[in-house]
T-cell receptor, first 116, second 113 residues
Framework: GAGVSQSPRYKVAKRGQDVALRCDPI?????LFWYQQALGQGPEFLTY????????KSGLPSDRFFAERPEGSVSTLKIQRTQQEDSAVYLC??????????????FGEGSRLTVL | DQQVKQNSPSLSVQEGRISILNCDYT??????FLWYKKYPAEGPTFLIS?????DKNEDGRFTVFLNKSAKHLSLHIVPSQPGDSAVYFC????????????FGKGTKLTVNP
């Protein structure tokens, strides 16, 4: 499809396991974002890429969280040694960047992570 | 410390009437304000935005009002339709940076037929 694609849609992990969440942005979008949405909360910023460069990772909650976008397209969010507090929906979004409307992000459906 | 507050977790209105959703913010550096709409099991989608140099922006049934001195914005939907039932997020940003949106907790709107 033409939208942002995320996989897996649902992931159940045992505490201590590593997980990897994938995001396939809209073709041609230079900016890519990861957000974390806990139950009953709004999305919270994790990290931002412009092409392959990670320009802002100020929202990553700990060094267990790592994101990459090596070729400026697909991105992976990796969480090591998962904890119960990591349970949330992880949203990926892409945008045209400076040439688009400010703040107009196109979100995927999210990956729901449950840590037991 | 919440920079963006949506103090009404939920709102219920009758079809055809006006829906008014409110948002307050504390960061005076915010200079562009967006509203996003989210249906269950879907990602948020952009609805309408306003620059800090304006006080009103209208798009069809949706109007956003900005009161900078009060650090307050509101979204008006008129007439409300059952398909408008969703969670609405206020999300401002500081332009010139990373387009990092700061989301409120959202208001769940229910429009009753």
């Amino acid at each position: 499809g033409a939208g942002v694609s995320q996989s897996p849609r649902y992931k159940v992990a045992k505490r201590g396991q590593d997980v990897a969440l994938r995001c396939d942005p809209i073709s041609g979008h230079v900016s890519l974002f990861w957000y974390q949405q806990a139950l009953g909360q709004g999305p919270e910023f994790l990290t931002y890429f412009q092409n392959e460069a990670q320009l802002d990772k100020s929202g990553l909650p700990s060094d267990r969280f790592f994101a990459e976008r090596p070729e400026g397209s697909v991105s992976t969010l990796k969480i090591q040694r998962t904890q119960q507090e990591d349970s949330a929906v992880y949203l990926c979004a892409s945008s045209l960047g400076p040439s688009g409307r400010p703040g107009e992000l196109f979100f995927g459906e999210g990956s729901r992570l449950t840590v037991l | 410390d919440q920079q963006v507050k949506q103090n009404s977790p939920s709102l219920s209105v009758q079809e055809g009437r006006i829906s008014i959703l409110n948002c307050d913010y504390t960061n005076s550096m915010f200079d562009y304000f967006l509203w996003y709409k989210k249906y269950p099991a879907e990602g948020p989608t952009f609805l309408i935005s306003i620059s800090s140099i304006k006080d009103k922006n209208e798009d069809g049934r949706f109007t956003v009002f900005l009161n900078k001195s009060a650090k307050h914005l509101s979204l008006h939907i008129v007439p409300s339709q059952p398909g408008d039932s969703a969670v609405y997020f206020c999300a401002p940003l500081v332009q010139g940076g990373s387009e990092k949106l700061v989301f409120g907790k959202g208001t769940k709107l229910t429009v009753n037929p």
